[in-house]
């Protein structure tokens, strides 16, 4: 909190200066370099240049103070009247996830939405007839409301700001990061990178990428999932993400993958590894290995590195299958392409398929399934029907 009044009084200092007159391009340029050092520098900023605008009109409720100087909270009274109708909405704004998704937030900033309704220059001997200074003043309360509010909205969405990269259905890219690692991106991902001297932490927001992270001890490699994490120092991976599910396949180092909602840890069974959402512990992924974690816990499967290569090979622009169902072969299909396929008849989903594709090239995959198969394709500009 101390650092949160330095940046409040720092704030201040700029405002008083710009609003003295005697503000120059330098002036402008130190404003600039301090409101991009920090999220929290601009939080500051924007809550008190709502108010300060107004503020300024309040010279009469402020009589006695010199120009420019904001009275301190602790000299402030503020109106039943205000605070009555003030404690709705400051309710709404702390229940509201939007506003205030994280603890940490709630932390920081519900003590400061709490007490907002205090930030109002009105003494106490104050004549009925001031109503218009009243008026007024109620408006600055609203304004630091709304200040706050929507600085806790610039801040829980730059939580994680940064660089995002997507890509299309059937797109790929190759992303390298500035501490030497380098991602991956699948078809119709979405990422996004925050690098921090702690931590180097990406977001998964759709879809499957692949990590090649550079080893620092110092810095763990988290990448954010939903509710759950997949944490490594220097390792290879992917991570794919279906809804809330995850799927993590290791071809080199070792990773960490919990849960915030249920810490688990595995059974004592050796293959295939499981655990219950009641468990308690860490579960860690070898190369070779693949975890797939969901509400219900995490199994973790040692498939061997020639079986989990396959299972990378779209990273080649290729999907290869090994006595594949055809309902899942589709469904892979479907991924990357933007004209789909479609089972029209259940009999044929159970057939199995084998064999290495294109991603790309559905046309190809239809073809193999209408040569080998008794199945028989109606095809269209948008999809493409199976049926026996």
Known sequence: MDSHNQFEDQAAAYLAQRDSGDWTSADQAQLDQWLTESVAHRVAFLRLEGVWEEARRLKAACAGLPAGVVPPPGEWQHSPFFERDSRAVIAQALDDPDIVSEPTLRARWGE????????????????????????????????VLLA??????????????????????????????????????????????????EERHIRLDA?????????DANRPFVVQVGHKRVIAVGTQFSVRRTGDDIRVIVTEGKVR????????????SRQPQQMDQHGLGEVFVTPGGIASAGDEGIVVEDRGLPAVQEDLSWRQGYLTFHDTLLVDAVAEFNRYNAHKIRIDDPSIASIRISGTFRALNYEAFVRVLDDGFAIHAIATDESTTLTR
């Not at 220059?121 to 109503?131: E, F, G, L, N, W």
């Not at 940064?162 to 078809?187: C, E, K, W």
């Not at 849960?259 to 004592?268: C, F, G, I």
């Open 112 to 143: 400061e939405l709490s007490t907002a309704a205090k930030w109002v220059s009105i003494p106490s001997d104050v004549s009925r007839t001031s109503r218009a200074v009243h008026t007024r003043a109620f408006a600055v309360a609203a304004t």
């Open 148 to 197: 706050v509010a929507g600085g806790l909205y610039w801040l829980a969405a730059d939580r994680w700001a940064g660089d995002r990269y997507t890509t299309p259905i059937g797109g790929f890219a190759s992303v390298p990061l500035r501490d030497g690692s380098h991602i991956t991106l699948n078809t119709a991902t979405q990422v996004r990178v925050e690098l921090t001297p």
């Open 207 to 215: 879809g499957e990428a692949f990590f090649q992270v550079a080893h």
């Open 257 to 268: 993958v919990e849960s915030d909602q249920a810490p688990l840890r595995p059974r004592a």
